[in-house]
């Protein structure tokens, strides 16, 4: 993991990041966090974002999933690629090598059980009794949502398309009560990944499968 590649106050902004969440996650040992279960309108929700956002590089609109890349893990992605404007031309050279290639993106869709999990412990200040009292709870809902992806392809000496399937997974991130939500792409992250940012996920938590396969 580059954390030095950009500095944030003599820190490297990723870095500072970790730490911070590092900090509060020992400042909640021993102390009770109010457990909350996902809400079928908040899973509902980040469902509906899913299927916008496949609308949307299905219409070739790819810069999308920059846009609405989770804030911690496009700097990441970022640093990686050697800035921001290394990663949008990147994505904008495997847009064109597709339509070079004749590889258009035809369904993107959610398929499969979602779930959801509560991340990101934080304080809540609540007025009882004519006294504020401080409580300890989880700020962001992250729930995991399966997709199925078809690609159409051309085969040199075939004169008939292919169709590809995959079956992948995002990862959408938001705010309690916001309903605005970013995404991690399941094809680029791991479980060690995600509880990096999430430090809270399960132990044991597993990631949808990636499959692909010719269905044509």
Request: hydrophobic letters at 40%; charged letters at 25%; proline letters at 5%.
């Amino acid at each position: 993991m580059e954390l030095t590649e950009r500095r944030v106050g003599g820190m490297g902004s990723d870095m500072k990041f970790l730490f911070c969440l590092f900090a509060m996650v020992i400042s909640l040992r021993g102390q009770e966090v109010a457990v909350e279960k996902a809400p079928p309108e908040v899973i509902a929700s980040a469902v509906k974002a899913v299927a916008d956002l496949g609308q949307e590089v299905v219409l070739g609109r790819y810069k999308v999933a920059v846009d609405r890349m989770y804030p911690q893990w496009k700097e990441r992605t970022a640093m990686r690629m050697g800035g921001m404007e290394n990663l949008e031309r990147q994505l904008d050279g495997v847009a064109k090598q597709m339509l070079q290639q004749g590889i258009s993106i035809t369904d993107f869709t959610p398929q499969g059980q979602p779930r959801a999990f509560e991340v990101f412990p934080g304080k809540k200040v609540e007025t009882i009794d004519g006294r504020q009292v401080e409580s300890l709870r989880y700020t962001k809902w992250l729930v995991l949502v399966p997709t199925v992806t078809r690609f159409r392809t051309m085969i040199e000496g075939d004169p008939v398309a292919v169709v590809i399937e995959s079956t992948g997974f995002q990862v959408a991130i938001s705010e309690k009560g916001k309903d605005s939500w970013t995404f991690i792409d399941g094809a680029g992250v791991t479980v060690n990944d995600l509880r990096s940012l999430f430090i809270t996920l399960p132990k044991d938590l597993e990631l949808p499968p990636l499959e692909k396969r010719q269905i044509r």
